[in-house]
């Protein structure tokens, strides 16, 4: 996981809280180190007298020099010793230091406290923020009024190169990590324990623009790979493309909850199927969110695909057939990939997922006009906020808008130019 984050100028904080003590918390000797003592060099100058640690870190062949100044003596052979103790790791070091100087609580506890509070989310997602904060977070683990915004803009760095070893992750798994950091650092700020929240700027790596293609579908490009899904899961895919609905929505679709009135079909969203906190089982609850219980309309031709499935379910049974577990990971195994490896193979060049299909519904109900809210609506984002965030930049109205705007400015511009000349 390496060292955490947070190396500050040692001297703003050694010598300032309670002695130093190489049996700090997070600082464990490192094996292997055989790395000379490190030692203080005295420096005397116009203003005043001061004192460098200096060591040697890293192994062989790459070894390398590295020194800390700090105003005091006792100071510099505090760090020292910490330094020592910690095989010439400066980011160990500091990290000691810091969480000797504030009696404020960890990253690490802050967040436990900020999860276990949490009640309108599935047992998995408590148990996925947990994985986060342990796997992506620790790199901060620091008492939490030490975290400064030029800490998690490193941090943020280390997420999109070095994490992974030197794979670094995807800009929308730092965004969700960074979420829950935020909304950890938002709850400490809540508990009394800092001011501010460090994260509320921090500025995020922007989504790769090949991710930003794959994530929407033309007509034609559902079209073209429809035949590669195989004909057991053709009415899931065009029940995702034709509605919007999420897979983990689509997996727990009974009978009874299509009805027609008035010869349109409507579907009642009200539950969705959730991993338990261990991921080792699948249960049936409440959808994503609150707005995410809905009843929406569906068109004649995707019905077409369905009504067969709803026919042949039992009562209370899933519409849609699929292996054990019944959750968005098998059906990405079961029916996208392999027609995903299929398409591929006859030439196709997107690589869209299964969410790629909502996406592309909602692009499509907004280039045929529908207000955003509306959108928003069926496809049960908790604000819309989330709705324009995602979709703004594909609304055709707001490129018509500027595009007329222009059309008078320019002729304008153009007549006044000939008029000079």
Do not use: C
Request: proline share 7%; hydrophobic share 35%.
């Amino acid at each position: 996981m390496g060292a955490p984050i947070g190396a500050r100028n040692p001297a703003d904080v050694a010598g300032s809280g309670p002695h130093l003590s190489p049996r700090s918390p997070n600082l464990s000797p490192r094996r292997g180190y055989a790395g000379p003592m490190a030692s203080i060099e005295t420096r005397t100058g116009k203003r005043g007298t001061s004192y460098r640690v200096v060591w040697w870190t890293g192994q062989k062949p790459n070894r390398y020099k590295k020194s800390a100044n700090f105003p005091t003596r006792k100071a510099a052979e505090d760090y020292a010793k910490l330094i020592e103790h910690a095989g010439g790791d400066q980011a160990a070091a500091d990290q000691a230091v810091l969480s000797q100087s504030s009696a404020a609580p960890h990253l690490s506890e802050v967040a436990e406290a900020h999860i276990s509070r949490l009640i309108d989310v599935s047992d998995f997602t408590i148990g996925q923020y947990r994985r986060s904060a342990r796997l992506h977070l620790s790199r901060l683990d620091m008492p939490v009024d030490q975290i400064t915004d030029d800490d998690i803009a490193r941090w943020v760095s280390w997420m999109s190169k070095e994490a992974r070893d030197g794979k670094g992750y995807s800009p929308k798994t730092i965004k969700n990590a960074h979420g829950l950091l935020h909304s950890v650092l938002a709850f400490a700020v809540k508990r009394g324990h800092r001011s501010d929240n460090p994260a509320a700027e921090t500025r995020l790596p922007s989504a790769d623009q090949h991710d930003e293609r794959d994530k929407f579908l033309t007509r034609e490009e559902f079209a073209a790979l429809l035949p590669h899904v195989s004909e057991r899961y053709r009415p899931h895919a065009v029940f995702l493309w034709g509605t919007g609905a999420r897979a983990s929505e689509l997996l727990a679709l009974t009978p009874e909850d299509f009805t027609v009135v008035d010869g349109v079909t409507f579907v009642s969203i009200t539950k969705s199927v959730k991993m338990n906190e261990s991921g080792t089982g699948t249960t049936i609850g409440p959808p994503k969110t609150r707005r995410s219980r809905r009843r929406i309309d569906v068109d004649d031709d995707t019905m077409t695909w369905v009504w067969p499935l709803v026919r042949a379910a039992g009562h209370g049974q899933p519409v849609f057939p699929l292996m054990q577990p019944r959750t968005s990971s098998t059906l990405w195994k079961a029916m996208w990939k392999p027609a995903m490896d299929r398409a591929r193979a006859a030439g196709f060049t997107k690589r869209p997922k299964v969410h790629s299909l909502r996406h592309s519904h909602a692009s499509h109900l907004l280039a045929a006009g529908m207000p955003m809210h509306e959108v928003s609506r069926r496809l049960g984002h908790a604000s819309l906020s989330i709705t324009d965030d995602v979709y703004a930049h594909i609304v055709p109205s707001r490129q018509a808008s500027a595009s007329l705007a222009m059309a008078g400015a320019v002729p304008a511009l153009a007549s006044s130019t000939a008029e000079i000349a």
